[in-house]
């Protein structure tokens, strides 16, 4: 689904993706936006920031509440800070305007892929579930209990949870985070893996100012705390 006002920008896109063989409903505004998202399924949202009528976030917000599909935010609004606000809200990616039809495509195309390679699972391995104090990970249905209520966590919190919980007590450095979830060359822009640590702190630690899971190891990254 792309969601964006100006029908110029809204032409641009959804041609060239129709030209790649991609397929494109259309959204101008962030009610229709959310009366198709109830109604149809997708595999991928592009959505830009301002909109008439809604705010671009509380659409992304909406949307993951029921949804971990991937959501790349298409924006002029390109400083650092709206960068981190819209990644904190739980979006994949964030392409500012103007851009490049060749990005936008190879951004698509990757957001897709590493959707495809985290929701295949093992048949003969069903409800693998990782255990970590008062947290339960369940990496075939990609949910998260706690105390056993049920963590809401997008895409990007659940897989960095995951490859720490699955390597306890492993040092990784933001770098080795970044390819390993992003599955992209990491060119040392911290504040991604900043904001997406600290957006999951605050949903798995008792006290996120003091986490117990997630340490952070000063100067070299982070590890999943498992004490014996």
Known sequence: MLVEDDKQIH??????LKKEGFRITSAFDGEEAMKLFSGEVFDLVILDLMLPSSNGLDILQDIRKDSLLPILI?????????KALGLGFGADDYIGKPFSLIEMTARVKAALRRSTQYSQSNPD???QVVKVSNLEINLNNFSVLKNGEEMNLT?????????LATN?????T???LFESVWRETYYGDDNVINVHI????GKIEDDPSSPKHIKTIWGIGYKMEINP
């Open 125 to 127: 391995n069903h409800d």
């Open 74 to 82: 298409m924006s002029a609004k390109d400083s650092d800070l709206d």
């Open 174 to 176: 933001k770098g080795q």
């Open 155 to 163: 895409a990007k919190e659940f897989q960095i949870l995951r490859l």
């Open 168 to 172: 306890p007590n492993q040092v990784f």
């Open 11 to 16: 032409e641009m896109v959804s041609n060239h």
């Open 198 to 201: 600290r957006r999951l702190r």
